[in-house]
């Protein structure tokens, strides 16, 4: 199994899609190959949506659930981050299962709403 101390990586704060991208990295080719992954948040304080979805909710693009669901655990997250992660999970499941050309307008009008930002 490999455990990551996602604090000593990116530390307090699971905020950014560049942190995310860092985790995906670490643990994307691991669970590929059926390796079982333990992400520890002990020490992190603040979560949101970009970090999960750049680092678990994007595996989804090539991994099923039920590997996520078997192989990836979920150490010391509060229950706020829990609420995050979910969401994100979520939200990537029904992404990653539409078609080509909602994927696209989904795309497109997040674009459109990070430029207007």
Do not use: C, W
């Amino acid at each position: 199994m490999q455990r990551i101390l996602v604090k000593d990586l990116i530390g307090q704060n699971a905020i950014t899609l560049e942190d995310g991208k860092i985790i995906f990295n670490l643990i994307h080719g691991s669970l590929s190959r059926g390796e079982v992954v333990e992400l520890d948040f002990n020490g992190v304080e603040v979560f949101a949506s970009p970090f999960f979805n750049a680092g678990v909710g994007r595996l989804l693009n090539d991994l099923t659930n039920e590997v996520l669901n078997n192989q990836l655990k979920f150490e010391h997250l509060s229950d706020f981050g829990s609420r995050v992660l979910r969401r994100v999970i979520e939200n990537a499941k029904e992404y990653y299962s539409s078609t080509t050309n909602h994927r696209q307008k989904v795309d497109q009008a997040v674009s459109n709403d990070y430029l207007t930002a």
